[in-house]
């Protein structure tokens, strides 16, 4: 059913399995008559992964078509070895454009057609997909004579310029003295001195950059406080036999509690949420626990969900993460956060285990849902914690020395090639870099050849790190003379997606080269004796960035497991990496503009990458290059882990306070100015999100989609507008409401309920009469009528004095032009 999302495929048989069978001696019949010939362009053949000749393509060859196994990824990893880089699903719709972009990193892969949008337009965007590409496109067969090729006009445009400014220190001495230094050695004409002073310069700069960069996690005490949920309404979802400790807690403290059992959880299970005031999901004890949140906040995503852990977080040294699976709620969870903050409240991490009363720890737990002031909470024997982010400067002169053989997973992608070049250059002595595609990676050659030109062995090999039995293979034959002594874990993909669109599946995948490829690792060099196991996070766990939930997921589960392993003994540190320029998965532009619009920035690699000599010192650290004075959606999801960063606490103290003077200049103003007042505060903000210069460039009238908005850009003016209103919105709001003009209208519906509706439009009369009487000249005809009727108009209104004459009657009698604008102004309370 449609509804469902899925439909019934109108045969009776399975294909690619044995009951395709019963139809061979019919299918012979009806393709008997075929005669194939050879064709001119070469067929790859998803039958036989390999060239075919297509006069063989007969009946029989469908026959086992239909029968046989599909071997699609085989054929489109043998185009990629084979140089092809442009990929075209001719299609009605776009099926498998997906898998083929997860064959490579600098593919162009396209459709031609879509679903429901079929026609000439839809093909014209097609074609234009492939062009900006760098496909070569005849667009004179389309075009025919009417073509022709256009110059760019030489002229500024609208004199805005749309390339970044470059930012260049220009007061001051550099680093410490050394410009007043490297210019005397210049002016000396010393050049050995030169050499030294720039190489200082350049590792006092890095230095100074990871100092920015770094940042570790922290928890703070925060003040006992009572909770009082009494009369309101609670879910409580968890697994069957669990979770009555939680609905105990919960009705203690005055509430409803409605109970729902987590295994049968899924969007469509799920009841309506009524007049939930909020819903306690206890998560699961394994992978499967991201997928059951992922489903719960998808189907409630206006009812603040609190998701509760057990030792999924470790609140100082004295204590061990314990259940890393859980790992991934907490990366999860701060993306739900980020892109539907009406439909979360938080997360709170209980101990395994506790000297205290059960009674205790609700009553905590409880006074934690109250207040909704924290969202990222440890409940311990000895107290409440909050989640802290605070900078962590180097503090230890050395770090990592490299030696023997390090194993570099992805390491012909181009983060594994940066780590690879500072391992040789801090001493390791061999490499073998794992990666899908081994030699046949682009660039792999020529990488093997740097390295080994800087005197280090090479070993490349094409494996699937998370299959245990080819990663035996591989560790079984490092050489003795060079044993392993690290692991660096950079491999990695990604698949984004707002969380409307994501799945399971979505999950898993994204999952699998992160999760099971570590796991695997771990589990095979385990008692290697290794000095360091580096796993390759990403800051999007721990900032919630919108549209890569199964990403942060993946990553929060690399973190919580480090820091478990570390407890336990093992050398393993997990790096959340902020983005690094030019390199990785995000050397693309639509994740670039993400970042930007983010406020983290590209790093350089080369210096980057240096952290990892000090990362070894801790389970965890993020090494991320934010400008939070461009992370207002942070605010959204509650500032309180931010406040111990002062740059941040100042960012989300600001944003309050404008959100509130907004709402109050709101509340203050006329009801016939709100329309416009609502209506540029909608355009201001789509223009933040788009990277406009003003709102002046975003049409009111225009659709969303035409002005450049996108699920997740939709999601990030959703989230704008429920700051600054205080409403909570759905996550489809933009496309709901499709143009600013048609947004704005619902919006100021909102924000005046329980208003006199027929008070609205009269009123908004009444500016727009302002507004024009104002633009009219002086001596104009017209507006010596209106001001004349203006006048009858507020004689007849007032109340008549004793004489029988209105007060206001008599003041507007003697009255001119411009005193009627000021009465209508001042008198009228209308600006």
Same mark, same amino acid.
């Given at each position: 059913?449609?509804?469902?999302?899925?439909?019934?495929?109108?045969?009776?048989?399975?294909?690619?399995?044995?009951?395709?069978?019963?139809?061979?001696?019919?299918?012979?019949?009806?393709?008997?008559?075929?005669?194939?010939?050879?064709?001119?362009?070469?067929?790859?053949?998803?039958?036989?992964?390999?060239?075919?000749?297509?006069?063989?393509?007969?009946?029989?060859?469908?026959?086992?078509?239909?029968?046989?196994?599909?071997?699609?990824?085989?054929?489109?990893?043998?185009?990629?070895?084979?140089?092809?880089?442009?990929?075209?699903?001719?299609?009605?719709?776009?099926?498998?454009?997906?898998?083929?972009?997860?064959?490579?990193?600098?593919?162009?892969?396209?459709?031609?057609?879509?679903?429901?949008?079929?026609?000439?337009?839809?093909?014209?965007?097609?074609?234009?997909?492939?062009?900006?590409?760098?496909?070569?496109?005849?667009?004179?067969?389309?075009?025919?004579?009417?073509?022709?090729?256009?110059?760019?006009?030489?002229?500024?445009?609208?004199?805005?310029?749309?390339?970044?400014?470059?930012?260049?220190?220009?007061?001051?001495?550099?680093?410490?003295?050394?410009?007043?230094?490297?210019?005397?050695?210049?002016?000396?004409?010393?050049?050995?001195?030169?050499?030294?002073?720039?190489?200082?310069?350049?590792?006092?700069?890095?230095?100074?950059?990871?100092?920015?960069?770094?940042?570790?996690?922290?928890?703070?005490?925060?003040?006992?406080?009572?909770?009082?949920?009494?009369?309101?309404?609670?879910?409580?979802?968890?697994?069957?036999?669990?979770?009555?400790?939680?609905?105990?807690?919960?009705?203690?403290?005055?509430?409803?509690?409605?109970?729902?059992?987590?295994?049968?959880?899924?969007?469509?299970?799920?009841?309506?949420?009524?007049?939930?005031?909020?819903?306690?999901?206890?998560?699961?004890?394994?992978?499967?626990?991201?997928?059951?949140?992922?489903?719960?906040?998808?189907?409630?995503?206006?009812?603040?969900?609190?998701?509760?852990?057990?030792?999924?977080?470790?609140?100082?040294?004295?204590?061990?993460?314990?259940?890393?699976?859980?790992?991934?709620?907490?990366?999860?969870?701060?993306?739900?956060?980020?892109?539907?903050?009406?439909?979360?409240?938080?997360?709170?991490?209980?101990?395994?285990?506790?000297?205290?009363?059960?009674?205790?720890?609700?009553?905590?737990?409880?006074?934690?849902?109250?207040?909704?002031?924290?969202?990222?909470?440890?409940?311990?024997?000895?107290?409440?914690?909050?989640?802290?982010?605070?900078?962590?400067?180097?503090?230890?002169?050395?770090?990592?020395?490299?030696?023997?053989?390090?194993?570099?997973?992805?390491?012909?992608?181009?983060?594994?090639?940066?780590?690879?070049?500072?391992?040789?250059?801090?001493? %390791?002595?061999?490499?073998?870099? @794992? !990666?899908?595609?081994?030699? =046949?990676?682009? *660039? /792999?050659?020529?990488?093997?050849? &740097? #390295?080994?030109?800087?005197?280090?062995?090479?070993?490349?090999?094409?494996?699937?790190?998370?299959?245990?039995?080819?990663?035996?293979?591989?560790?079984?034959?490092?050489?003795?003379?060079?044993?392993?002594?690290?692991?660096?874990?950079?491999?990695?993909?990604?698949?984004?997606?707002?969380?409307?669109?994501?799945?399971?599946?979505?999950?898993?995948?994204?999952?699998?080269?992160?999760?099971?490829?570590?796991?695997?690792?771990?589990?095979?060099t385990m008692d290697m004796g290794l000095q360091a196991f580096v796993v390759f996070s990403s800051a999007a766990a721990?900032?919630?960035?919108?549209?890569?939930?199964?990403?942060?997921?993946?990553?929060?589960?690399?973190?919580?497991?480090?820091?478990?392993?570390? %407890?336990?003994?093992?050398?393993? @540190? !997990?790096?959340?990496?902020? =983005?690094?320029? *030019? /390199?990785?998965?995000?050397?693309? &532009? #639509?994740?670039?503009?993400?970042?930007?619009?983010?406020?983290?920035?590209?790093?350089?690699?080369?210096?980057?990458?240096?952290?990892?000599?000090?990362?070894?010192?801790?389970?965890?650290?993020?090494?991320?290059?934010?400008?939070?004075?461009?992370?207002?959606?942070?605010?959204?999801?509650?500032?309180?882990?931010?406040?111990?960063?002062?740059?941040?606490?100042?960012?989300?103290?600001?944003?309050?306070?404008?959100?509130?003077?907004?709402?109050?200049?709101?509340?203050?103003?006329?009801?016939?100015?709100?329309?416009s007042m609502v209506l540029a505060m909608v355009r201001q903000q789509a223009a933040v999100v788009l990277g406009h210069?003003?709102?002046?460039?975003?049409?009111?009238?225009?659709?969303?989609?035409?002005?450049?908005?996108?699920?997740?850009?939709?999601?990030?003016?959703?989230?704008?507008? /429920?700051?600054?209103?205080?409403?909570? #919105?759905?996550?489809?709001?933009?496309?709901?409401?499709?143009?600013?003009?048609?947004?704005?209208?619902?919006?100021?519906?909102?924000?005046?309920?329980?208003?006199?509706?027929?008070?609205?439009?009269?009123?908004?009369?009444?500016?727009?009469?302002?507004?024009?009487?104002?633009?009219?000249?002086?001596?104009?005809?017209?507006?010596?009528?209106?001001?004349?009727?203006?006048?009858?108009?507020?004689?007849?209104?007032?109340?008549?004095?004793?004489?029988?004459?209105?007060?206001?009657?008599?003041?507007?009698?003697?009255?001119?032009?411009?005193?009627?604008?000021?009465?209508?102004?001042?008198?009228?309370?209308?600006?």
């Amino acid at each position: 059913h449609a509804d469902d999302g899925v439909r019934r495929i109108a045969v009776d048989y399975a294909s690619h399995s044995a009951q395709v069978e019963a139809i061979e001696q019919r299918l012979a019949g009806d393709l008997a008559g075929l005669k194939p010939v050879s064709g001119r362009v070469p067929l790859y053949s998803t039958l036989d992964a390999k060239i075919v000749d297509t006069a063989g393509l007969d009946g029989a060859y469908w026959y086992r078509n239909l029968r046989e196994q599909v071997r699609f990824a085989e054929v489109i990893e043998s185009l990629v070895a084979a140089g092809h880089r442009t990929f075209v699903e001719v299609s009605a719709h776009p099926v498998l454009a997906m898998a083929v972009e997860q064959a490579g990193e600098d593919l162009t892969v396209t459709g031609t057609l879509r679903r429901d949008d079929g026609g000439r337009n839809r093909w014209l965007r097609s074609l234009a997909t492939a062009h900006v590409a760098g496909v070569k496109v005849d667009w004179t067969v389309w075009l025919g004579d009417a073509g022709r090729v256009m110059d760019l006009p030489t002229y500024a445009f609208q004199r805005e310029r749309f390339w970044p400014e470059t930012m260049r220190q220009t007061t001051g001495s550099v680093v410490d003295g050394l410009d007043v230094e490297f210019w005397e050695a210049v002016e000396r004409n010393d050049a050995s001195a030169v050499l030294p002073v720039l190489a200082s310069l350049r590792q006092r700069q890095a230095r100074s950059a990871l100092d920015r960069w770094r940042y570790r996690v922290t928890w703070s005490s925060l003040p006992e406080r009572s909770g009082d949920l009494l009369g309101a309404e609670w879910a409580v979802l968890a697994a069957e036999g669990s979770g009555d400790d939680v609905a105990a807690g919960l009705t203690s403290a005055g509430a409803h509690v409605v109970r729902i059992d987590l295994d049968q959880v899924s969007e469509r299970q799920l009841p309506e949420a009524g007049s939930l005031a909020g819903a306690v999901v206890v998560a699961g004890e394994g992978r499967e626990c991201a997928a059951q949140l992922l489903a719960i906040a998808q189907a409630w995503s206006s009812v603040p969900l609190w998701v509760l852990t057990r030792g999924a977080v470790s609140v100082g040294e004295h204590e061990s993460v314990v259940n890393a699976w859980q790992g991934q709620v907490w990366g999860l969870g701060r993306v739900i956060g980020s892109e539907q903050p009406g439909g979360w409240g938080g997360l709170i991490d209980l101990p395994v285990e506790s000297d205290v009363s059960q009674e205790t720890l609700w009553q905590r737990c409880c006074s934690v849902l109250a207040a909704g002031d924290e969202n990222q909470v440890a409940v311990r024997a000895d107290g409440v914690y909050g989640m802290r982010l605070q900078r962590a400067p180097i503090v230890v002169a050395e770090g990592w020395q490299p030696s023997g053989t390090i194993l570099v997973t992805g390491g012909t992608g181009a983060l594994g090639a940066q780590v690879s070049r500072w391992l040789v250059d801090r001493g %390791a002595e061999h490499l073998v870099l @794992v !990666s899908r595609r081994g030699m =046949a990676a682009p *660039g /792999a050659k020529e990488l093997v050849a &740097e #390295l080994s030109a800087a005197g280090a062995g090479v070993e490349v090999v094409a494996c699937d790190v998370a299959d245990r039995d080819a990663m035996a293979e591989v560790l079984a034959v490092v050489p003795e003379q060079f044993p392993l002594t690290g692991v660096v874990h950079t491999a990695g993909v990604l698949d984004d997606g707002v969380l409307g669109s994501m799945t399971p599946q979505r999950l898993d995948g994204v999952a699998a080269p992160k999760v099971d490829a570590m796991l695997t690792l771990d589990e095979l060099t385990m008692d290697m004796g290794l000095q360091a196991f580096v796993v390759f996070s990403s800051a999007a766990a721990l900032l919630g960035s919108p549209g890569q939930g199964n990403y942060a997921a993946a990553n929060g589960f690399l973190d919580a497991y480090a820091q478990m392993r570390r %407890a336990q003994g093992a050398p393993m @540190v !997990s790096v959340a990496w902020g =983005a690094w320029e *030019g /390199a990785g998965l995000a050397d693309t &532009e #639509l994740v670039q503009s993400r970042h930007r619009r983010a406020g983290v920035g590209a790093m350089d690699p080369a210096v980057a990458v240096t952290a990892l000599e000090h990362a070894l010192g801790e389970g965890y650290v993020a090494v991320a290059d934010v400008d939070w004075g461009r992370v207002q959606e942070l605010g959204a999801a509650g500032g309180a882990w931010l406040t111990d960063l002062p740059d941040a606490k100042a960012v989300v103290t600001d944003l309050a306070d404008k959100d509130s003077s907004w709402a109050k200049g709101l509340r203050g103003a006329s009801a016939g100015r709100r329309a416009s007042m609502v209506l540029a505060m909608v355009r201001q903000q789509a223009a933040v999100v788009l990277g406009h210069t003003g709102a002046g460039r975003v049409d009111e009238n225009a659709a969303f989609r035409s002005l450049g908005f996108d699920s997740l850009t939709a999601v990030e003016l959703r989230n704008r507008l /429920a700051t600054v209103t205080g409403l909570s #919105l759905p996550a489809g709001l933009v496309f709901d409401h499709p143009t600013p003009a048609a947004l704005s209208e619902h919006l100021l519906g909102e924000l005046v309920q329980g208003e006199p509706a027929e008070e609205l439009p009269l009123l908004a009369q009444f500016d727009t009469l302002q507004s024009r009487l104002a633009a009219l000249d002086a001596d104009s005809e017209l507006r010596t009528t209106l001001v004349a009727r203006i006048r009858g108009l507020a004689a007849s209104l007032d109340k008549p004095r004793g004489n029988g004459t209105s007060a206001l009657a008599e003041k507007l009698n003697v009255a001119d032009r411009d005193e009627i604008l000021e009465f209508i102004e001042n008198d009228l309370g209308l600006s």
